[in-house]
T-cell receptor
């Protein structure tokens, strides 16, 4: 059973507000990811991290930023929310034992963000 | 340009019958494939995976088949149960150059299993 948590689960907020979506995992995984998904569409990788103090942008351009100060914590921040940011945001983690093996990613329950 | 395609947005089957979910990919560098299941308001849950060196992987009621020449994989669920009703995502990974972190997802297929 995966132990990865996201808060809040649902967020409705006005345009221009700063928001932080929290993601924590208790599995000690090195790799963590943020995906964005709209209804009926594929998951798009927007950020990932190989470990503490490592963050990279994913395939889909995003105005959000992330930080990785602790292994278990990977928060995502939007400095000024806009209606175009309305989406579901999914956090995931994986072990990443070495570069050439593969470990499945475990997902959190997601945060559904609505910006009015 | 969508590299992983699930061309059926939805599928409906009767309980006890077989469910077959299909996935096509275009990137010949993909060498690892995964299926995830997603219930509403929850995150995706890993189901089963297959490496490109195999053509079949089985886990209980779930079997994944890979046809590399056709760049096609399928997930078979036998027998289907109402609790299997969910969105199923196909995902692929290219592990060359150490980029094993990256998963490319399809748009998903909504499976409905009718009692």
């Amino acid at each position: 059973e995966a132990d990865i948590y996201q808060t809040p689960r649902y967020l409705v907020i006005g345009t221009g507000k700063k928001i932080t979506l929290e993601c924590s995992q208790t599995m000690g995984h090195d790799k963590m990811y943020w995906y964005q998904q709209d209804p009926g569409m594929e998951l798009h990788l927007i950020h990932y991290s190989y470990g503490v103090n490592s963050t990279e942008k994913g395939d889909l351009s995003s105005e959000s930023t992330v930080s990785r100060i602790r292994t278990e914590h990977f928060p995502l921040t939007l400095e000024s929310a806009r209606p175009s940011h309305t989406s579901q945001y999914l956090c995931a983690s994986s072990e990443g034992l070495d570069l050439f093996s593969y470990n499945e990613q475990f997902f959190g329950p997601g945060t559904r963000l609505t910006v009015l | 340009d969508q590299q992983v395609k699930q061309n059926s947005p939805s599928l409906s089957v009767q309980e006890g019958r077989i469910s077959i979910l299909n996935c096509d990919y275009t990137n010949s560098m993909f060498d690892y494939f995964l299926w995830y299941k997603k219930y509403p308001a929850e995150g995706p849950t890993f189901l089963i995976s297959i490496s490109s060196i195999k053509d079949k992987n089985e886990d209980g009621r779930f079997t994944v088949f890979l046809n590399k020449s056709a760049k096609h994989l399928s997930l078979h669920i036998v027998p289907s149960q109402p609790g299997d009703s969910a969105v199923y995502f196909c995902a692929a990974s290219d592990r060359s150059g150490g980029s094993n972190y990256k998963l490319t997802f399809g748009k998903g297929t909504l499976l409905t299993v009718n009692p």
